[in-house]
C-alpha cells in the first residue's frame, strides 16, 4: 500500500499537532528534574537533556515550521504555520523560564549545600582571582581569538551552538581604530567548567563557568581600550541536510560537503545573557536576521548542556542512581559458545536490565569461527569508537564475506557513519548505503555458518539477531530494548530477503514472519488493529497493547479510533509525541495513553494484539510515525516462543500498565499530561526490572 492510498485518516480536530506533543514531552522531562526523590545530580542531567532536546528541536522542527512559513505551506486542518510558530515560540520561552528558575532557584543552591559550588565572579577571593587569571593567561587566552568589527572585519562566521562573546569597546587600539565592538568565540576545545583546587574553596567540587573567567579577562584581550561590556551569546541553526536525489551521483561525497555547511544555516535562534544590552542585543538580531520572539535572554549560562559533564566529574554516589550491573540471560552464564546457545532456543535480551555483552561476543565469534561464511549488518547508530565495528572490520580482514549497510543519513550521526563505512570498505568489506530515499532504520544481523545436520550432511545455517534499539553498546546502558536471537529458518529467510532488496535491486518478495517498511508494516498494523475491533464487534475480547516512542500517523490513529468505537480496550505507552486523542466520548473513550519518564530512555517498541486469545506480538524498530512507515526500512518481527512471549508482555508491557510513579495520562480533550496517582502501594516500572531482571547483576550498592 502506498501512502496516497489512505482510505481513511483521522481528521485535524481528532489529531494533536506534533510540535505541541512534543514539548508538552519536554515538560515531562523536565519534571524529571524539579522532583526531589530523583538524587541530586541526576536532577542535574534531566535540566541538561532538555536543553539539548530544544536545541534539536530548534534545528530541525523549528526550522521546519520556518521554512513552511516562507513557502506560504498550509499545514492539515487549515493551520497557518505561522499560527503554530507563534504557539509554539510562546511554550518554549515558558519551558526555558522555568528551567533556569528551577536551576537557580533549586538546584544549584542544593548542589551548594553540597559543596558542589559554583562560584560566582562577584564572590572570588583574591586568592581565586589569582589563581583564575593565571588559568586565563596559561590555557584560555592562548586558543582565543578577538575579531574587532571594522570595515576590514566583519562579522564572523558563528558556528552552531558555539560559545561567543559580544563585547562592547570604547577608545583606540594601537593603529588608531575606534571600533566600538569585537567578538570573541570560544573554541569548542576549551571545557566550559573549571575545577578550582581544593586549597581554593574549602569544597570538594568547585567550578568555575568559562564564560566568568572570560567576563574577568576580556580587557586583556584589547590592551589599552576600555571594556564597556561583555555578554555571552550562542546562535541555533538549521541543522536539516537537504540532498537532491535527481542531482545526487555519490552519497557519501555530497553528505560530506553538506555537514561542512550545517554549522553555518540559517539562525533560527539566539540566546543571550540578561545582561546584554539593548543596544548590543539588536545588533546581534540584526546580524544574524532574527526577530525579537527569537530572542531568549537567559539568566546563567548560555549552554546547559555542557553541565552534562559535572555529574561524571564529582564522586558523589549518594547523590546519583545507584550503579547495576547489567545481568547475563540463563544459558549464558556458562561461557558457552553463542552458536551453541542459540541452536537450543531462541535468546531474548532485554537491555540495559540484561546485557549487551552477547551480542558483542556473538559477533567477535563470527569473526573468529572458520566455519562462519558470511557476515551481514545494519548500522543506524552506532558511535564514533564502536567495538561492534571493530568486529566487523577483524571479520573482514580475516576473509569473511561481510556486507554492512552503513545509513549515512542518520541524524547527528553523519559523520562517525561515513568514517566507519570508509574504514570498512579499506578492510574488504562491501559496504552499501541502503536504498536513497530511505533511511534503513531495521536493526538487523544475520550470520551465515556451515555445519551438519543431525544426519551429518553439509548445511548452511542463518543465525540472526533483531532488535529495537541501535547497535550501540553505549547506549544500551541506558535505553529500554529488546534483542532476539534465533536460528529460526523462515525469520533467517526473511531476513535474508531484506538485505537482498537492500544490496541489490528486484522486486519486494512476501516474507514469512517479518513485516517490513515501506511495504508491509503500517498495511500490517492497521489490519491487526482492525482484526480486533472484528473480534470485538462479535462480542468477543478486544485487546491491544503497543508500546512506542512516537504515535502520529493518521491512517492507524483512526483505525485505533475505530477499535475503541467497536469496544476494543486500548492502551498505549508513548514516551514522545502522540497526536492520538484518548477517552474522548463517541471517538477514543476504550483508549488510554500513558508516556512513562524515568532514568532509563524508554525506547523499546512492542505491538500486541489478543487476536482472538492467540496473543501476536511483535517487537519493532518503528514508531507509528508516516516516517517509519513509508521512508525508512524498518523491521517488525513476531515472538514466536510461548515463553519468550510471556516474558516480553511480563517485562515488557504489564510493569508499563502498573506504574504509578513515573508514569503520566494523557487527557483527550486538551492534550495535557497528568502524572498518575501514587495512592497505594508504589509501582515504578523500572525499578522492578532493575531487581527482577537484572537477577544476577542485579543493584550495585
Same mark, same amino acid.
Given at each position: 500500500?502506498?501512502?496516497?492510498?489512505?482510505?481513511?485518516?483521522?481528521?485535524?480536530?481528532?489529531?494533536?499537532?506534533?510540535?505541541?506533543?512534543?514539548?508538552?514531552?519536554?515538560?515531562?522531562?523536565?519534571?524529571?528534574?524539579?522532583?526531589?526523590?530523583?538524587? =541530586?545530580?541526576?536532577?542535574?542531567?534531566?535540566?541538561?537533556?532538555?536543553?539539548? #532536546?530544544?536545541?534539536?528541536?530548534?534545528?530541525?522542527?523549528?526550522?521546519?515550521? /520556518?521554512?513552511?512559513?516562507?513557502? !506560504?505551506?498550509?499545514?492539515?486542518?487549515?493551520?497557518?504555520?505561522?499560527?503554530?510558530?507563534?504557539?509554539?515560540?510562546?511554550?518554549?520561552?515558558?519551558?526555558?523560564?522555568?528551567?533556569?528558575?528551577?536551576?537557580?532557584?533549586?538546584?544549584?543552591?542544593?548542589?551548594?549545600?553540597?559543596?558542589?559550588?559554583?562560584?560566582?565572579?562577584?564572590?572570588?577571593?583574591?586568592?581565586?582571582?589569582?589563581?583564575?587569571?593565571?588559568?586565563?593567561?596559561?590555557?584560555?587566552?592562548?586558543?582565543?581569538?578577538?575579531?574587532?568589527?571594522?570595515?576590514?572585519?566583519?562579522?564572523?562566521?558563528?558556528?552552531? /551552538?558555539?560559545?561567543?562573546?559580544?563585547?562592547?569597546?570604547?577608545?583606540?587600539?594601537?593603529?588608531?581604530?575606534?571600533?566600538?565592538?569585537?567578538?570573541?568565540?570560544?573554541?569548542?576545545?576549551?571545557?566550559? *567548567?573549571?575545577?578550582?583546587?581544593?586549597?581554593?574553596?574549602?569544597?570538594?567540587?568547585?567550578?568555575?563557568?568559562?564564560?566568568?573567567?572570560?567576563?574577568?579577562?576580556?580587557?586583556?584581550?584589547?590592551?589599552?581600550?576600555?571594556?564597556?561590556?561583555?555578554?555571552?551569546?550562542?546562535? +541555533?541553526?538549521?541543522?536539516?541536510?537537504?540532498?537532491?536525489?535527481?542531482? *545526487?551521483?555519490?552519497?557519501?561525497?555530497?553528505?560530506?560537503?553538506? =555537514?561542512?555547511?550545517?554549522?553555518?544555516?540559517?539562525?533560527?535562534?539566539?540566546?543571550?545573557?540578561?545582561?546584554?544590552?539593548?543596544?548590543?542585543?539588536?545588533?546581534?538580531?540584526?546580524?544574524?536576521?532574527?526577530?525579537?520572539?527569537?530572542?531568549?535572554?537567559?539568566?546563567?549560562?548560555?549552554?546547559?548542556?555542557?553541565?552534562?559533564?559535572?555529574?561524571?566529574?564529582? %564522586?558523589?554516589?549518594?547523590? /546519583?542512581?545507584?550503579?547495576?550491573?547489567?545481568?547475563?540471560?540463563?544459558?549464558?552464564?556458562?561461557?558457552?559458545?553463542?552458536?551453541?546457545?542459540?541452536?537450543?532456543?531462541?535468546?531474548?535480551?532485554?537491555?540495559?536490565?540484561?546485557?549487551?555483552?552477547? *551480542?558483542?561476543?556473538?559477533?567477535?565469534?563470527?569473526?573468529?569461527?572458520?566455519?562462519?561464511?558470511?557476515?551481514?549488518?545494519?548500522?543506524?547508530?552506532?558511535?564514533?569508537?564502536?567495538?561492534?565495528?571493530?568486529?566487523?572490520?577483524?571479520?573482514?580482514?580475516?576473509?569473511?564475506?561481510?556486507?554492512?549497510?552503513?545509513?549515512?543519513?542518520?541524524?547527528?550521526?553523519?559523520?562517525?557513519?561515513?568514517?566507519?563505512?570508509?574504514?570498512?570498505?579499506?578492510?574488504?568489506?562491501?559496504?552499501?548505503?541502503?536504498?536513497?530515499?530511505?533511511?534503513?532504520?531495521?536493526?538487523?544481523?544475520?550470520?551465515?555458518?556451515?555445519?551438519?545436520?543431525?544426519? !551429518? /550432511?553439509?548445511?548452511?545455517?542463518?543465525?540472526?539477531?533483531?532488535?529495537? !534499539?541501535?547497535?550501540?553498546?553505549?547506549?544500551?546502558?541506558?535505553?529500554?530494548?529488546?534483542?532476539?536471537?534465533?536460528? #529460526?529458518?523462515?525469520?533467517?529467510?526473511?531476513?535474508?530477503?531484506?538485505?537482498?532488496?537492500?544490496?541489490?535491486?528486484?522486486?519486494?518478495?512476501?516474507?514469512?514472519?517479518?513485516?517490513?517498511?515501506?511495504?508491509?508494516?503500517?498495511?500490517?498494523?492497521?489490519?491487526?488493529?482492525?482484526? %480486533?475491533?472484528?473480534?470485538?464487534?462479535?462480542?468477543?475480547?478486544?485487546?491491544?497493547?503497543?508500546?512506542?516512542?512516537?504515535?502520529?500517523?493518521?491512517? +492507524?490513529?483512526?483505525?485505533?479510533?475505530?477499535?475503541?468505537?467497536?469496544? *476494543?480496550?486500548?492502551?498505549?505507552?508513548?514516551?514522545?509525541?502522540?497526536?492520538?486523542?484518548?477517552?474522548?466520548?463517541?471517538?477514543?473513550?476504550?483508549?488510554?495513553?500513558?508516556?512513562?519518564?524515568?532514568?532509563?530512555?524508554?525506547?523499546?517498541?512492542?505491538?500486541?494484539?489478543?487476536?482472538?486469545?492467540? %496473543?501476536?506480538?511483535?517487537?519493532?524498530?518503528?514508531?507509528?510515525?508516516?516516517?517509519?512507515?513509508?521512508?525508512?526500512?524498518?523491521?517488525?518481527?513476531?515472538?514466536?516462543?510461548?515463553?519468550?512471549?510471556?516474558?516480553?508482555?511480563?517485562?515488557?508491557?504489564?510493569?508499563?500498565?502498573?506504574?504509578?510513579?513515573?508514569?503520566?495520562?494523557?487527557?483527550?480533550?486538551?492534550?495535557?499530561?497528568?502524572?498518575?496517582?501514587?495512592?497505594?502501594?508504589?509501582?515504578?516500572?523500572?525499578?522492578?526490572?532493575?531487581?527482577?531482571?537484572?537477577?544476577?547483576?542485579?543493584?550495585?550498592?
Amino acid at each position: 500500500m502506498n501512502h496516497s492510498d489512505h482510505k481513511r485518516v483521522a481528521p485535524p480536530e481528532g489529531l494533536i499537532n506534533r510540535e505541541v506533543s512534543l514539548l508538552a514531552f519536554q515538560r515531562r522531562v523536565l519534571a524529571q528534574a524539579a522532583d526531589e526523590t530523583v538524587p =541530586l545530580l541526576e536532577r542535574l542531567k534531566f535540566l541538561c537533556i532538555v536543553s539539548s #532536546n530544544l536545541d534539536e528541536f530548534f534545528e530541525i522542527r523549528i526550522a521546519g515550521l /520556518k521554512e513552511q512559513i516562507r513557502t !506560504g505551506t498550509v499545514l492539515p486542518g487549515g493551520i497557518r504555520p505561522q499560527a503554530l510558530y507563534d504557539e509554539v515560540c510562546g511554550e518554549v520561552h515558558k519551558i526555558v523560564a522555568e528551567q533556569y528558575a528551577l536551576l537557580n532557584d533549586n538546584i544549584l543552591p542544593a548542589m551548594e549545600q553540597e559543596g558542589i559550588v559554583f562560584f560566582r565572579r562577584s564572590l572570588w577571593t583574591d586568592a581565586q582571582r589569582e589563581w583564575i587569571g593565571q588559568h586565563f593567561l596559561n590555557e584560555v587566552m592562548p586558543v582565543l581569538t578577538p575579531v574587532g568589527l571594522d570595515p576590514a572585519h566583519p562579522f564572523p562566521r558563528v558556528l552552531n /551552538k558555539s560559545l561567543n562573546f559580544a563585547v562592547e569597546l570604547e577608545g583606540r587600539d594601537a593603529f588608531g581604530r575606534n571600533s566600538n565592538a569585537a567578538i570573541v568565540q570560544a573554541p569548542r576545545s576549551l571545557p566550559r *567548567v573549571i575545577r578550582l583546587p581544593r586549597e581554593l574553596t574549602g569544597v570538594d567540587n568547585g567550578f568555575v563557568f568559562l564564560s566568568s573567567v572570560v567576563h574577568a579577562h576580556v580587557g586583556e584581550l584589547f590592551s589599552g581600550m576600555n571594556v564597556l561590556g561583555c555578554y555571552q551569546f550562542r546562535v +541555533t541553526r538549521n541543522s536539516d541536510l537537504f540532498v537532491d536525489e535527481e542531482e *545526487v551521483k555519490d552519497l557519501r561525497k555530497t553528505l560530506q560537503g553538506e =555537514l561542512q555547511q550545517r554549522n553555518f544555516g540559517d539562525a533560527v535562534r539566539l540566546e543571550v545573557a540578561d545582561n546584554c544590552s539593548p543596544q548590543m542585543t539588536d545588533f546581534l538580531l540584526q546580524q544574524f536576521e532574527l526577530g525579537r520572539d527569537e530572542l531568549y535572554r537567559v539568566p546563567g549560562i548560555v549552554n546547559l548542556v555542557r553541565l552534562m559533564q559535572v555529574p561524571d566529574w564529582v %564522586e558523589r554516589p549518594d547523590l /546519583k542512581y545507584a550503579p547495576f550491573v547489567p545481568a547475563l540471560p540463563k544459558g549464558l552464564d556458562k561461557r558457552s559458545n553463542m552458536f551453541d546457545a542459540i541452536r537450543k532456543g531462541d535468546i531474548l535480551l532485554h537491555h540495559p536490565f540484561q546485557s549487551f555483552s552477547p *551480542v558483542v561476543e556473538l559477533l567477535s565469534t563470527a569473526a573468529d569461527d572458520p566455519q562462519v561464511l558470511a557476515i551481514r549488518m545494519t548500522v543506524y547508530r552506532t558511535g564514533t569508537d564502536s567495538v561492534l565495528m571493530e568486529q566487523l572490520l577483524r571479520a573482514a580482514r580475516k576473509g569473511k564475506e561481510v556486507n554492512v549497510v552503513v545509513e549515512l543519513m542518520a541524524r547527528f550521526d553523519e559523520e562517525a557513519n561515513i568514517n566507519w563505512a570508509a574504514k570498512l570498505e579499506d578492510a574488504g568489506a562491501h559496504v552499501v548505503y541502503g536504498v536513497f530515499g530511505y533511511k534503513t532504520h531495521a536493526k538487523m544481523l544475520l550470520i551465515v555458518r556451515r555445519e551438519e545436520d543431525e544426519n !551429518g /550432511k553439509s548445511i548452511l545455517r542463518r543465525y540472526v539477531h533483531l532488535g529495537t !534499539g541501535n547497535y550501540h553498546p553505549r547506549t544500551t546502558r541506558f535505553y529500554t530494548d529488546f534483542g532476539l536471537m534465533t536460528v #529460526n529458518e523462515e525469520i533467517g529467510a526473511d531476513a535474508h530477503e531484506v538485505f537482498k532488496q537492500l544490496t541489490g535491486l528486484g522486486r519486494a518478495e512476501t516474507l514469512r514472519h517479518l513485516w517490513q517498511a515501506p511495504f508491509s508494516l503500517q498495511p500490517s498494523v492497521v489490519a491487526a488493529i482492525d482484526a %480486533e475491533a472484528d473480534i470485538a464487534r462479535q462480542g468477543r475480547k478486544g485487546r491491544i497493547i503497543a508500546k512506542m516512542n512516537a504515535l502520529m500517523e493518521g491512517e +492507524t490513529i483512526q483505525a485505533l479510533y475505530d477499535a475503541s468505537q467497536a469496544g *476494543v480496550e486500548i492502551d498505549l505507552i508513548v514516551r514522545g509525541p502522540c497526536a492520538l486523542r484518548p477517552g474522548v466520548p463517541g471517538m477514543s473513550e476504550n483508549i488510554k495513553v500513558r508516556s512513562v519518564v524515568g532514568r532509563f530512555l524508554e525506547h523499546s517498541r512492542i505491538f500486541y494484539f489478543n487476536a482472538d486469545g492467540e %496473543e501476536k506480538l511483535y517487537l519493532s524498530s518503528a514508531d507509528w510515525m508516516d516516517r517509519n512507515f513509508f521512508r525508512r526500512i524498518e523491521a517488525a518481527f513476531p515472538i514466536l516462543d510461548p515463553k519468550i512471549k510471556r516474558r516480553v508482555i511480563k517485562e515488557g508491557l504489564k510493569p508499563y500498565l502498573m506504574d504509578n510513579s513515573q508514569a503520566w495520562e494523557m487527557d483527550g480533550e486538551s492534550g495535557t499530561y497528568r502524572k498518575r496517582s501514587s495512592r497505594g502501594a508504589r509501582h515504578c516500572a523500572q525499578d522492578l526490572l532493575l531487581r527482577e531482571v537484572g537477577g544476577v547483576g542485579g543493584i550495585v550498592g
